[in-house]
């Protein structure tokens, strides 16, 4: 027996019925793999560790309309994250972009007065940035009628998130009237539909699941353009059954932003909307103890960066145009901030992108780059004992390159094998087949601090997107 959730873009998702869950689910959990030869193995993967955390329902509903600055007619998604009891236990980072969106305002604020949280708000296709008119009034009296028909106390209870095009104002009228709708699809099984409807131009799902401390760690997010993170992604929301107090999970999230979504850039442009939410709904307890309670938090701390690591790459992944993923290993480096500057002069090059995208091992590029940033962020530095490799291959070493023509072949063995489309093709798929990396290493032999960044390389598909993005 199958049923069916369909959203308004028009796609619709075949899942298994409640009773699926459990030991089976569990079992194909175990076993998911990292190859995926169509869309429905993908979708089917992130189905066997969509299983909500206790206390959580998520819906979804949609309408078409017309914004008044286009004449066009467009499609909006509307997500409710909502849990059964309001949770002071949530935490947030935002964008640090001069001119953050409506909802960033009031998120901050919601944060500030420590507001308890029974709901997460988000729509698709309209960022409420810099609009005509009360971007801040035109979300608050959204979250007001979301309040009205999920039954809460008051639309502070609501955490609001729009992404989309800047500049336009929100269709409050429809937002409003859809409300009701949005309510009646609550249900507490499956994120996966949350994780398709909160998306634009991203290609596929994102959605990662990690066990932690007697619960679960459970995260979807959405980005694929405008993706140069100064704190988060674009869009990315972490649930917990698990009771971490606000203070411990605010440092915890602040920690595993840097570490993951500040280590990766699609396009080197800042979102006005970025943020990265964790609520806890308490339903799984910390234990008595401090030996034990301590133990639990480490646990917790790492699961919740393991789900943002795997995030932030799916985010690079299914970028706008993607065919590379490159991973940037950079150690050896006096401090963590100008390791993490290498990796992200590397990926947001638009040389060396180029020269990924097109299988082409100019390794040149990747030396350039890398010495650009060095002669503007760390003009003394030594550079005699900075090596670098690609895909385990030395390139580079004492000041000279190392190459010839079977590193050259190699190095397009290496770039040709992460491809996400078979060569030739420069049409983006919508899953991804593998989650291979263009790999590559970088140690400047200066110091013992390290990060990897994460990004992706440079195709003619994510120019012709961004060419009419708004159409």
Request: aromatic share 6%.
């Amino acid at each position: 027996m199958l049923f069916a959730v369909t959203f308004a873009a028009g796609y619709t998702l075949a899942r298994s019925p409640v009773h699926a869950r459990g030991a089976a689910r569990s079992a194909v959990r175990a076993a998911a793999p990292t190859e995926f030869a169509s869309e429905d193995a993908h979708l089917a993967a992130l189905d066997a560790i969509a299983e909500l955390p206790a206390g959580f329902r998520v819906g979804t509903s949609g309408f078409t309309f017309t914004p008044k600055e286009a004449k066009i007619t467009a499609t909006m998604n509307l997500t409710a994250v909502v849990l059964d009891k309001p949770t002071s236990n949530w935490a947030a980072v935002f964008t640090r972009n001069a001119f953050c969106g409506a909802p960033i305002k009031i998120g901050r604020k919601r944060l500030s007065e420590g507001k308890a949280l029974q709901a997460i708000l988000v729509n698709n296709k309209i960022s409420n940035v810099c609009s005509e008119g009360s971007g801040v009034g035109d979300a608050e009296a959204v979250c007001d009628a979301a309040a009205a028909s999920l039954g809460l106390k008051g639309g502070d209870a609501v955490l609001p998130c729009s992404t989309g095009v800047i500049g336009w104002r929100l269709p409050l009228d429809s937002m409003v009237f859809a409300m009701p709708e949005l309510a009646e699809s609550l249900q507490g099984d499956s994120l996966l539909p949350a994780a398709r409807a909160i998306m634009t131009t991203d290609r596929y799902p994102k959605l990662r699941a990690q066990p932690a401390a007697g619960g679960r760690v459970c995260g979807i997010a959405k980005g694929a353009g405008m993706i140069e993170p100064n704190m988060a992604t674009m869009l990315a929301f972490v649930l917990t059954d698990v009771a971490i107090p606000r203070g411990e999970m605010q440092r915890m999230l602040r920690a595993a932003a840097d570490a993951s979504f500040n280590c990766m850039s699609v396009d080197a442009d800042q979102s006005t909307s970025d943020t990265l939410v964790c609520v806890s709904s308490n339903r799984v307890p910390l234990p008595d103890g401090e030996k034990a309670a301590a133990a639990a938090l480490a646990e917790f701390e790492a699961a919740l960066g393991a789900v943002c690591g795997q995030l932030a790459e799916d985010t690079a992944r299914n970028g706008e145009g993607t065919q590379h993923v490159i991973r940037v290993d950079v150690r050896g480096a006096p401090d963590a901030e100008l390791a993490r500057g290498v990796g992200k002069a590397v990926v947001n090059s638009p040389l060396f992108k180029s020269a990924v995208a097109g299988n082409d091992p100019n390794v040149g590029r990747l030396v350039s780059t890398v010495g650009s940033y060095l002669g503007s962020a760390a003009p003394e530095m030594e550079l005699e004992r900075c090596t670098m490799k690609m895909g385990g291959a030395l390139i580079f070493e004492k000041g000279a390159f190392r190459i010839s023509p079977s590193v050259e072949d190699e190095l397009y063995k290496t770039l040709s094998t992460a491809r996400l489309s078979p060569a030739g093709d420069d049409a983006s798929l919508p899953y991804p087949p593998h989650e291979r990396c263009v790999e590559i290493a970088i140690d400047l032999g200066v110091g013992d601090a390290s990060a990897v960044v994460v990004g992706s390389d440079l195709t003619k598909e994510y120019v012709s997107i961004n060419a009419d993005y708004r159409s």
